[in-house]
């Protein structure tokens, strides 16, 4: 289960890392930046106090 909470945490990263850079790069629209990076915030506000809080 903290495995599963771990990759899903770090796909969160990732969805608000990455959208940034690609709209950067000029690869990614506005809206769609927007939307990956809250889809990434909510997993990662979710998902990651699960495998932090755990001993």
Do not use: D, H, R
């Amino acid at each position: 289960m903290i495995l599963l909470s771990k990759l899903i945490s770090f796909s969160g990263l990732v969805l608000t890392l990455l959208p940034a850079i690609l709209l950067f790069a000029g690869k990614l629209e506005t809206t769609q930046n927007y939307q990956l990076m809250l889809l990434g915030m909510i997993l990662w506000f979710i998902s990651a106090p699960y495998w932090m809080l755990k001993k």
